[in-house]
């Protein structure tokens, strides 16, 4: 018959193991059996009070602070992304709408900025393309707002929950901060 020892969690062999550990106790083949060789999915070993090995549901995972507001953090990122792209069409963003700034601020006269002629195609005067590119650019900006403005609201509220024991209620927080930051961003930049 096999061994159980409850200390180290393994199952021995008479004759097979020769160092058997103090514990052992006497392990039925109906439970090694469903216990060791083949435990249900997703259940967590253990041990009854008379030593012998079962197997329990596994205890319920409750996410921590840095976790939940990784989480939010992620959807600001990837809702930025969604907006601009890379990086680099950010600044590119950015500069047209600088360019776009100034010729708009001289009255729409002079040469056009570059980043500006650019959008000046199909039709589109110089001023239409710089007016285009103001209205993305306060679209693109005031989505920066409230982006930060709920990402670092939102962390915060999961931390005071967390500091009191509200898990659930933190959980609740970054859910509906990651539903919010999802609909802030759409319809603007590439999500258009």
């Known amino acids: 018959m096999r061994k159980y020892s409850p200390s180290t969690g393994n199952a021995y062999l008479p004759g097979v193991h020769s160092n058997l550990p103090n514990d052992c106790i006497d392990i039925p083949d109906e439970v090694y059996e469903a216990v060791i060789a083949n435990p249900a999915p ?5 041990h009854a009070p008379n030593g012998l090995p ?3 549901d596994p205890p319920a995972y ?8 990784s989480k939010v953090d992620k959807a600001a990122d990837a809702a930025r992304r969604a907006v601009a792209g890379d990086p680099l069409r950010a600044v590119e963003y950015d500069r047209a709408a600088s360019e776009a700034q100034a010729f708009a601020a001289a009255g729409y006269q002079g040469v056009v900025p570059p980043m500006v002629a650019a959008w000046a195609i199909n039709g589109r005067t ?12 306060a679209q693109y900006n005031g989505a920066l707002v409230q982006l930060r403005t709920v990402r670092l609201q939102a962390k915060e509220l999961i931390r005071a929950a967390m500091a009191n024991g509200n898990v659930e209620q933190a959980q ?3 859910a509906e901060t990651i539903a919010s930051i999802e609909a802030a961003v759409a319809g603007i930049g590439n999500n258009a």
């Open 54 to 56: 079962i197997l329990l």
């Open 126 to 137: 110089a001023q239409q393309a710089a007016d285009d590119i103001l209205r993305e650019a």
């Open 42 to 46: 997703g259940k967590i070993r253990s």
């Open 172 to 174: 609740d927080i970054a």
């Open 62 to 69: 409750f996410p921590t602070e840095h976790e939940l507001c």
